[in-house]
């Protein structure tokens, strides 16, 4: 079994949704390793959770961490390669580090800003994880991630159901989708069923 598109669930805190996670093939399961975070998962809930699991790589979900704060938190957490951070300076001073990056921003925040943003993830290798406040995505949001498409790969956190997942990843250009697990999976995605069943459309039949 496989995917047809590369997928980031994130928010994890569970094994049962860690293992469904792998047992559907997905790409990247996060973490939040922050202790502010209402989804805080420490190194040994970690360690048990992933534990069960193979074939999967790890994110760490920071927010405000700085880089020291982030290289010594993961320290912690062996088996963590993936860092997905709100602040892009951060990440730009980690891009050195070994680590894979990720870029989380809303929509609004690069509109305007297409190919400045793209073209500084694209030169430092940072994959872009597009989030937006509303459940819907208008065709100006579409228009700035085909702007942004043209710059840097993107994974999409937006706008996204299973009835338009599949139209999406055939119209746009992106290299996956981002998702959330547990049961505050938003925009627009109610509970974990509402995830499973985008994940299902994505399966790859044999």
């Known amino acids: 079994m496989a995917l047809k598109t590369f997928v980031k669930i994130g928010g994890i805190t569970n094994l049962r949704d860690a293992r469904y996670c792998s ?94 943003v793209g073209t500084t993830l694209s030169e430092a290798g940072i994959l872009l994880h597009l989030t937006s406040e509303h459940e819907t995505l208008t065709a100006e949001d579409l228009e700035v991630i085909n702007l942004l498409s043209e710059k840097c790969e993107i994974i999409l956190g937006a706008g996204l159901s299973s009835e338009n997942v599949l139209e999406l990843l055939s119209e746009h250009t992106l290299k996956g989708i981002a998702l959330t697990g547990g049961t505050e999976i938003k925009p627009g995605l109610k509970d974990f069923d509402e995830l499973a069943d985008i994940l299902e459309k994505l399966e790859i039949e044999e």
Request: aromatic share 12%.
């Open 23 to 116: 047992g559907m093939y997905v790409n990247l399961l996060g973490f939040s390793v922050e202790t502010t975070s209402d989804r805080y998962v420490s190194s040994t809930q970690f360690s048990e959770i992933t534990g069960w699991l193979s074939g999967l790589e790890y994110v760490g979900e920071f927010e405000a961490s700085g880089t020291d704060e982030i290289l010594q938190t993961l320290k912690a957490y062996p088996g963590i390669s993936w860092v997905e951070h709100r602040d892009l300076v951060t990440l730009l001073e980690l891009k050195d580090s070994g680590l894979s990056l990720i870029y989380k921003t809303d929509l609004e925040e690069v509109r305007g800003r297409e190919y400045e």
